[in-house]
């Protein structure tokens, strides 16, 4: 039980970081076109609290679904059972 809820949580941090990483991008795209800001200008403190913020809101569920797919398909049947240690570079290999 301990294996399905470290496979849970790796696959919900997956998809948040990589969420957060997506919307940062966005954030500052958006809001520098929307205020006109200069593309020189390296950082604004709004848009990384938006990114950050609708990044985790938007794909915490999403990292969910999809781990409770991988726990399944990782843990169950007659096959030698993966761990969340042998799903990392699976998992994090798209997102690199």
Known sequence: ????????????VAAVVYGILHDQITAHNLHRILHSIPSSRVSDPIADVVGTWV??????????FLALLLTLAARAGP?????ATTLVHPIGRPLS
């Not at 039980?1 to 919900?12: D, F, R, V």
């Open 1 to 12: 039980m301990i294996e399905h809820a470290k496979i849970i949580l790796l696959c919900i």
């Open 79 to 83: 096959r030698p059972k993966l761990t």
């Open 55 to 64: 990044g985790v809101v938007a794909t915490w569920w999403v990292g969910l």
